[in-house]
């Protein structure tokens, strides 16, 4: 198995929304009360994008998909490109993954569009699978579904509406639609998969995960975002995360959730304030190897 992510062990509930504000309340206090920050930024980490790879080993793994990576790109809350996605796109570019799946609230606003074509069309390269789901600000944004499938289409990318597609040796992806805003719907996600060595499932937020209703399914591996990893993260005060993220999950690395294997990113952007602070966001590049 990986080794488990020093940031995968904190466990927080879900805490109310009055809450988080009384806590944010409280963070931005405290960086007010901090002394002056040095040139590197100190704890005021967000535009330093953590890139790393992450190990995943499967079973029965076949050797067409053996070192097999994919980009696990989330919580972009595009309004434009600015520096961090140019960051992520340097990125992408150096580390050549053959599959970039976007799992939810990429945009920011429903102005956000042309951002969103651009970005997404940066990201494509010939052989390369670009797939995204949506999350809940996406849905709140309104954009009809319609067009959002033509966007994505028009960049070279494909969006997953409780769907699956198998692509090259047997690798199928199952995108599902929103679980906030009561959209998901693994059963139809799931409905004419064929058997496949190797399935991956795209959820926004990773409550499902560990959900006891719905079919039964495993999967090699399941992808999340939606917690932003806390985005403010002061000491002796637990990680608040958003609705949907469940009793447990915040950032990391998860080996035993009921679906299989999951990895929950702490995500690209911010939500509610334009900060992050001890939890800097995160492309993670996950590398499919034999266990």
Not at 70 to 97: C, F, S, Y
Not at 177 to 189: G, I, M, Q, W
């Amino acid at each position: 198995m990986p080794l488990r992510s020093r940031r995968s062990c904190f466990c927080s509930p879900s805490l109310s929304r009055r809450r988080f504000l009384v806590l944010v309340g409280a963070a931005v206090c405290s960086v007010a009360a901090l002394p002056p920050l040095s040139a590197d930024g100190g704890g005021f980490d967000t535009d330093a994008l953590d890139i790393h790879e992450v190990p995943v080993p499967v079973r029965g793994l076949p050797r067409p998909l053996e070192g097999l990576t994919i980009a696990h790109i989330t919580d972009t809350h595009l309004g434009k490109l600015g520096r961090l996605e140019k960051q992520v796109i340097t990125a992408v570019q150096a580390q050549n993954p053959a599959v970039i799946v976007l799992t939810g609230d990429v945009l920011g606003s429903r102005w956000a569009l042309p951002a969103l074509a651009e970005f997404c069309h940066a990201l494509t390269a010939p052989g390369r699978h670009v797939l995204a789901v949506r999350g809940n600000h996406d849905v709140a944004t309104h954009v009809p579904l319609s067009d959002l499938h033509a966007l994505y289409r028009r960049a070279g990318a494909r969006l997953l509406v409780n769907e699956h597609c198998v692509l090259d040796a047997g690798l199928a992806i199952v995108g599902t639609e929103d679980s906030v805003t009561k959209h998901y719907d693994l059963r139809r996600a799931l409905q004419g998969l064929p058997a496949t060595p190797v399935r991956i499932h795209l959820s926004h937020a990773p409550a499902v995960f560990d959900w006891t209703h719905g079919p039964t399914a495993s999967f090699a591996l399941c992808l999340a975002g939606h917690t932003h990893g806390g985005q403010i993260r002061l000491p002796f005060f637990p990680p608040i995360v958003p609705w949907g993220a469940g009793p447990r999950f915040v950032a990391g690395w998860y080996p035993d959730t009921r679906m299989g294997p999951a990895y929950v990113s702490r995500g690209i952007g911010t939500s509610g304030i334009p900060l992050r602070f001890n939890c800097p966001p995160e492309l993670p590049f996950l590398r499919l190897t034999r266990a």
